[in-house]
């Protein structure tokens, strides 16, 4: 079982939508979370950290952390087609970062 | 203030050959991170150094790879006799002490081997 699993779309919006990107993980000691976002032929950009459970916001960015069913979430509100890219989530534990896979959305003008 | 430099950006090499990646971490990070990303396969660890130290290195295939971080210059990541299998993009990540929401990654070396 991978220690950060990511359903890899593709998802694709119309401008303005409300996008719901999800992962779950399988490592209890796992406390910090992320959500990097990147674009094509890039190199991922920290778009949220996040401490334990609950809900951190940001702009038009949410995250949302449920340690009780090991569950991350990142809401994207009036999303623009500028936020068109790959969102991973990731954990660490020590010293590694583990990554999901990505997902990869577009918004559609 | 100059972000996580990766070069080259883009390395072909043919089967058999050396790659030397690059990665100078950002000013005032001592620590230094290199993942490789496959497609559809997302970001996987390879090693953790600090200057003159590996830290980690429980990523890192046991044969032809190997890394340093030196006391002055770049981290290297070095793969001998390249195969196939690792064109790949290889990021290089960097954070300060202790500083685990600083980290940066660079945009990738792009590797494809012939």
């Known amino acids: 079982q991978k220690e950060v699993e990511q359903d890899p779309g593709p998802l694709s919006v119309p401008e303005g939508a409300i996008v719901s990107l999800n992962c779950t993980y399988s490592n209890s000691a796992f406390q910090y979370f992320m959500w990097y976002r990147q674009y094509s032929r890039k190199g991922p950009e920290l778009l949220m950290y996040t401490y334990s459970s609950g809900n951190k916001e940001d702009g038009r960015f949410t995250a949302q952390v449920d340690k009780s069913s090991k569950y991350i979430s990142l809401f994207i509100r009036d999303s623009q087609p500028s936020d068109s890219a790959t969102y991973l989530c990731a954990s660490h534990t020590g010293n590694q970062f583990y990554f999901g896979t990505g997902t990869s959305l577009t918004v559609i003008p | 203030n100059a972000g996580v430099m990766q070069n080259p950006r883009h390395l072909v090499r043919r089967r058999g050959q050396e790659a030397r990646l690059r990665c100078s971490p950002m000013?005032?990070?001592?620590?230094v991170y290199w993942y490789r990303q496959l497609p559809e396969e997302g970001l996987k660890f390879m090693v953790y150094?600090?200057?003159?130290?590996?830290?980690?290195e429980s990523g890192m295939p046991k044969e032809r790879f190997s890394a340093e971080f030196p006391k002055e210059g770049p981290s290297i990541l070095r793969i001998q006799q390249v195969v196939r299998g690792d064109s790949a993009a290889y990021f290089c990540?960097?954070?300060?002490?202790?500083?685990?929401?600083?980290?940066?990654f660079g945009s990738g070396t792009r590797l494809t081997v012939v």
């Open positions: 990540a960097s954070s300060p002490p202790g500083g685990v929401r600083g980290y940066t």
């Open positions: 000013k005032g990070h001592s620590h």
């Open positions: 150094l600090q200057k003159e130290n590996i830290i980690d």
